[in-house]
């Protein structure tokens, strides 16, 4: 049989992080790291490998990520990323996976959009302005790390938010999560994370490429 470039991709894409999650069991074993952040670090590089192949049940193992990373996120004190897991990522997981549902092909792989650039403008200008107030409310409560956290929490907001409606542009601000996400583990120091985060990180090229071949797959562009 043979393999086109799209589903090499994809093979080595699955094969990466499969070898990245069993380096990170044997960590945990080696380490004796706690068993929840693994679990979290685990269901987070299957969430985001599952999201950059356009399958639906990202969301399934999203709901295991995101419940973990709370845990995570709230006994390193990064209170702006337990806020936004809890209050929007969570809810947004179910909605997303009903949007995702009326635009699936038979391999249950969604159809991608894009933006105009005057809509991406909005966006960057928003989420500058947004941020710094967020900052100065996680310093008032106590937050460490404000501005990365802040910054983190905003910029995956605007994300899940394009996630949602199917944005292939949403892999920039991934990218720039999982950057910010490298720098807090980093500062943290929290290895597993930090594993988890420079993995999604590689993802986000995966996904953008996958994406932007869904969109021109398309003929015409699609409607809500």
């Not at 990522?89 to 038979?106: E, G």
Request: with cysteine.
């Amino acid at each position: 049989m043979k393999i086109d470039k799209k589903q090499l991709c994809t093979i080595c894409n699955y094969t990466f992080f499969s070898l990245v999650i069993v380096a990170c069991l044997v960590l945990t074993i080696v380490l004796k790291l706690n068993w929840i952040t693994l679990l979290s670090c685990v269901a987070g590089i299957l969430y985001v490998v599952l999201l950059s192949d356009r399958s639906v049940w990202n969301f399934i193992v999203g709901l295991v990520s995101s419940a973990t990373y709370i845990y995570v996120a709230f006994e390193a004190k990064l209170y702006g990323e337990v806020i936004f897991y809890l209050a929007v990522d969570l809810p947004m997981i179910v909605v997303s996976f009903c949007m995702w549902k009326k635009h699936l092909d038979k391999t249950n792989r969604v159809a991608a959009k894009k933006l105009n650039w005057k809509q991406i403008l909005i966006i960057v200008v928003a989420c500058g302005a947004v941020m710094v107030g967020y900052a100065f409310l996680l310093k008032a409560i106590g937050g460490v790390n404000v501005f990365v956290d802040a910054a983190s929490t905003v910029v995956s907001f605007v994300a899940t938010l394009l996630m949602a409606f199917r944005y292939r542009e949403q892999w920039f601000l991934w990218l720039v999560v999982n950057i910010l996400s490298v720098v807090m583990w980093a500062i943290t120091f929290d290895l597993l994370m930090l594993i988890m985060s420079a993995s999604c990180l590689l993802s986000c090229f995966v996904g953008f490429i996958n994406w932007t071949n869904s969109t021109k797959a398309e003929k015409k562009p699609l409607e809500e």
